[in-house]
């Protein structure tokens, strides 16, 4: 496979409601898309990160000048391009894994469809479904938060994720439990805003009977989990703290979580991402996949990850309407809580131009075969 071109259009999509979080507060999805042109096929991929790096020490522009000075050029040198081959060539950068997964999974994509291998398969997918779980935002009041929670199980979804932080966290919990009942499956989410010292506080959300409480703490501080997970009942599943297949493995052996939620963007792509299920599954942890807003583009392929088998708890990944009014592929939608694995090649689905024409704001190229920077 020979690269002829790489190009990045810089998207801005609605949100059909505010989508607020202890770190951030968007109404928007801005970011941008990837797409990579090769002699054999065309590859696209979806950035994971946001204009500001509160998620993530990611960030958009920063990850154009990292991919425009520094992964291109390692990437657009190697005489055999390929998905497998990235990781290795991009080794000598130091972090950027979400910079460094949006250009593996392009090229994953562009090899997949060369070979008219769906995604899902080439990752080892065992099931054509996938059980779809929705994250609440905070909301000023709890009966606005009832009022989305409701309107959500009325769609279907199976699973409950409540964002918290401190202020917002039992009694919003206490409140779904109380209206929903105690076979809802809920759990929490506090993008990092508490610290070891909440945990007499924390353990007011053991009475709920959480099917887990997600990155409670910093994500440097691996320590805190594994003092907190002594001291609460509800599991620990882990996410901005997990990066690497090497993080997850020193997670596990030190008793940091029960449960790990994989984005294949914030561990540098889908390979790295198959690493990890594959060490959890042999360790008997339990995976699902994390979302970050992803449009039709990034969400087709996670529904691909999200199909292996160790992806045993549902996931973050909603139907499109959940998200926007209009997404960039044909909308996915809720069929029985279950979300369909797409199986065409590559992702299996691909970009509407019309509707990457209302929502693409520019295009800049960063590399172009035979043309010099
Ligand atoms: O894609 O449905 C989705 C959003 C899921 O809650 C979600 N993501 O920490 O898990 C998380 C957040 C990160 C994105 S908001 C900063
Ligand atoms: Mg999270």
Request: charged share 25%; aromatic share 6%; hydrophobic share 40%.
């Amino acid at each position: 496979m020979k690269i002829e071109l790489i190009e990045l259009v810089e998207i801005r999509l609605p949100l059909v409601r505010p989508f607020r979080t202890s770190c951030a507060s968007d109404t928007e999805r801005h970011t941008f898309l990837l797409r990579v042109v090769t002699d054999a096929a065309e590859g696209w991929a979806e950035f994971g990160g946001d204009p500001e790096p509160l998620y993530s020490a990611e960030f958009a522009v920063g990850a154009e000048r990292v991919l425009l000075d520094h992964l291109v050029p390692r990437v657009t040198a190697l005489h055999r391009p390929s998905a497998a081959r990235i990781a290795a060539a991009l080794s000598p950068v130091k972090g950027h894994h979400m910079a460094k997964a949006l250009l593996e999974t392009a090229i994953l994509d562009a090899e997949c469809r060369a070979h008219a291998m769906p995604l899902a398969t080439y990752l080892g997918a065992v099931r054509d479904r996938v059980p779809a779980g929705v994250s609440v935002g905070i909301t000023d009041t709890i009966a606005e938060l009832l009022e989305s929670v409701s309107g959500y199980l009325e769609q279907g979804y199976v699973r409950i994720k409540l964002k918290i932080e401190p202020g917002w966290d039992v009694e919003p919990v206490r409140a779904v439990r109380r209206e929903f009942g105690d076979e809802l499956a809920l759990q929490v989410d506090a993008n990092t805003a508490y610290s070891l010292t909440d945990a007499e506080h924390l353990r007011g959300l053991d009475e709920f009977g959480l099917v887990q409480i997600e990155q409670p703490l910093g994500e440097d501080d691996l320590r805190g989990h594994i003092e907190l997970a002594k001291l609460l009942r509800t599991p620990i599943c882990l996410d901005e703290s997990i990066r690497s297949a090497r993080e997850a493995a020193a997670a596990i052996a030190l008793g940091a979580c029960r449960i790990i939620n994989i984005k294949p963007s914030r561990v540098g792509g889908y390979l790295e991402a198959r690493r990890i299920h594959d060490i959890c599954a042999a360790h008997g942890i339990p995976v699902w996949c994390g979302g970050m807003l992803e449009t039709g583009i990034g969400r087709a392929q996670n529904l691909a990850l999200a199909a292996l088998p160790g992806f045993v708890l549902p996931s973050d990944i909603s139907a499109s309407s959940r998200y926007y009014a209009e997404d960039l592929t044909d909308a996915f939608e809720l069929d029985n809580g279950c979300l369909s694995v797409p199986d065409g090649p590559g992702s299996g689905v691909t970009v509407r131009p019309a509707a990457l024409g209302r929502y693409a704001v520019s295009t800049r190229k960063l590399y172009k075969r035979g043309s010099t920077r």
